[in-house]
């Protein structure tokens, strides 16, 4: 069985990751800043010393790394390449500021994106964080940058992942990445982004 580290887990389980990580062949290994999520792992995405090097198959991060300071993104994209095996890979999403930009642009600042679960969500929580959650004591939960698609598949290209597949979902305001610790043919990291990211 395959282990994939899911990063900043919150209160999700493995079935809210992607349809391979829910699949019956892997084993999800919890790790987060807040111990109220009940992780098996309590660190930051800065300082993963307690995850061994090269010691799980895959990582899925969802909504986390805008919640980093611009400084504290490459420190934590090369924690992320450093626990994965050498034939392993990360997947990683997070706000798409392009998109919430433009809503902005349209004077749509407090005005409702969408609805999730936690209720309506406006650009101005996509920006900042979840005004419900800080406005509760969840400091967490503050966003300190942010990302396009460019800038997302740049930035792991940086911190050492040799092969990148992104997408961008205007839509549902969101990127989606997959970067692989070695490189891989084009043809195969194809099949693996088909196999994790939305369609």
């Known amino acids: 069985m395959k282990t994939f580290l899911h990063v900043g887990c919150g209160g999700n389980r493995k079935e809210h990751t992607t349809p391979v990580f829910a699949g019956d062949g892997w ?3 919890r790790f987060d800043i807040d111990v ?6 309590i660190g930051t995405m800065v300082n993963m010393e307690a995850v ?24 934590a994209l090369a924690e992320f390449r450093r626990v994965v095996k050498c034939d ?18 349209e004077g749509q600042l407090v005005e409702a994106a969408y ?15 979840l005004r419900s959650a800080l406005a509760a004591g969840n400091h967490f939960m503050a966003h300190k ?8 598949a740049r930035e792991l290209m940086a911190a050492g992942f040799a092969s990148v ?22 043809a195969e990291l194809r099949a693996l982004a088909a196999s994790h990211l939305p369609h």
């Open 145 to 152: 940058c942010g990302f396009t698609d460019q800038l997302l």
């Open 88 to 105: 392993g890979y990360a997947v990683i999403t997070c706000p798409d500021l392009q998109s919430v930009s433009a809503l902005v642009a």
């Open 165 to 186: 597949a992104h997408i961008r979902r205007p839509a549902s305001f969101d990127l989606w990445a997959i970067a692989s610790k070695a490189p891989v043919p084009e």
């Open 36 to 41: 109220g999520a009940r992780p098996d792992i």
């Open 115 to 129: 609805i999730s679960p936690a209720g309506p969500i406006a650009p101005l929580d996509i920006l900042f964080g």
């Open 27 to 29: 084993r999800e290994l």
């Open 52 to 75: 061994a090097n090269e010691s799980v198959d895959a990582l899925y991060s969802a909504h986390n790394i805008e919640h980093l300071y611009p400084h504290e993104v490459p420190i």
